[in-house]
């Protein structure tokens, strides 16, 4: 094997959604292009690589754990992930006298901007003023220290550059990828999970509980007045939420709605999510919707017609309304009224399904877009 590359993230195996999908499936696919050695939060889930699990997002945690693993591990590239990870590469890599790896950045999302788009409807605004504030700081820390950049989304590129006024001289998009059992289209051979609701049409919500952003929380809130507003059109609609209990919702629950908690085993997951008819991606425009780009990918690997808010595809401009998909207005009567459609008319909406899936295959696998970050992370080795 060649180069040697320490991958630095929050990967949480306790928490195998959001923030844990890049690290992980990337680490996975690049272990075929680099000797990898992966360190994050919780990574006993990581099977493919030697690793070891920090336990803290304490600043300071990680600096210790990057400097050691940079003494043994000897890499000739640092991959990090995020801005925490980011800042603890970059301040350890600081303090390393010789022999020092290149280091590259990763930044899933823009955090400083999600932070301050959430600022007016949040109940502690405070608290998200003074995270904008820390995350800018942060952030531009990462940006003006000339390293290398792969962006998860072209999205980020603009926001640097309308926020920092630099368009860092090496940045490269490179979004987010699909696994292989989403993109599998054998027939499942587990019983439909939703036999009980049907000729109902299913229309599933992923939204499991995320540490620090709200944005899947109110992706919930809004199903839930979508499902209030359909709630007379039981036959044609049932809505589904994986991911969440219903205990953990405060407000009255529609009978057209269904909390099936978090799935734990995979093949679960995909089962349900294979068995629906229409995927929902209704993040308000406060949302800002980061980690929504995994969702609408494995929506339309399991080519599922998928309802959106522009919101949901922010990152995901290559799809398009009435191409790949339904994209609405962001008020629950626009949202509603487009699902009725959809349940009434899935067979007219085919062909959006079989483009978006094309478009997924051909470009969005986590096998391509590792293929992607390795050339990235070569090339910048060498420099």
């Known amino acids: 094997m060649g180069k040697r590359l320490l991958i630095v993230s929050t990967l949480d195996s306790s928490q195998p959604f959001g923030a844990f999908t890049r690290p992980f499936y990337l680490g996975q696919y690049l272990t075929e292009h680099f000797d990898v050695f992966q360190l994050g939060l919780d990574c006993s889930s990581v099977k493919y690589a ?15 754990t990057i400097e050691n693993c940079i003494y043994e591990f000897c890499p000739d590239i640092v991959y990090a992930q995020e801005t925490l990870p980011g ?32 600022l007016f409807s949040v109940a502690n605004p405070f608290k998200e003023f003074v995270q904008c504030i820390k995350t800018y700081i942060a952030q531009g820390i990462l940006i003006f220290s000339g390293s290398p950049i792969i962006a998860a989304g072209d999205s980020i590129p603009k926001l640097i550059s309308q926020w920092y006024g630099k368009t860092p001289q090496q940045i490269y998009s490179i979004g987010n990828g699909v696994t292989e059992d989403l993109l599998s289209t054998e027939l499942l051979l587990a019983q439909d999970p939703y036999k009980a609701f049907r000729p109902a049409k299913i229309v599933v919500l992923i939204a499991p509980k995320t540490f620090q952003f709200p ?51 995979r093949k679960d997951f995909v089962a349900h999510l294979k068995y629906a008819d229409i995927a929902l991606l209704p993040f308000s425009k406060q949302a800002v919707a980061g ?34 998909l339904l994209v609405t207005g962001y008020s629950t009567e626009e949202v509603a009224n487009t ?44 420099s």
């Open 50 to 64: 030697p690793f070891h699990s920090i336990g803290s997002r304490s600043l300071k945690s990680y600096i210790k």
């Open 87 to 118: 800042l603890a590469a970059l301040i350890s890599l600081k303090l390393i006298k010789r022999n020092k790896p290149s280091l590259v950045l990763d930044f899933h999302t823009f955090s400083a901007y999600e932070y301050w788009m959430r």
């Open 215 to 265: 944005s899947n929380d109110m992706s919930v809130l809004m199903t839930i007045e979508v499902a209030k507003y359909l709630e007379s059109h039981q036959q044609k609609v049932h809505f589904v939420v994986i991911g969440r209990d219903s205990k953990d919702i405060l407000a009255p629950i529609p009978s057209n709605i269904s909390f099936l908690g978090f799935l734990p085993k």
């Open 339 to 382: 699902v009725l459609d959809a349940a009434s008319n899935i067979d007219k909406y085919q062909s959006l399904v079989d483009r978006a899936y094309t478009l997924i295959t051909e470009k969005y696998s986590w096998n391509a877009r590792a293929q992607n970050i390795a050339e990235v992370l070569i090339k910048v080795s060498h």
């Open 291 to 324: 980690g929504a780009r995994n969702k609408a990918l494995d929506y339309f690997a399991s080519r599922k017609l998928v309802v959106s808010t522009p919101e949901g595809l922010r990152g995901l401009e290559e799809f398009r309304h009435l191409e790949h």
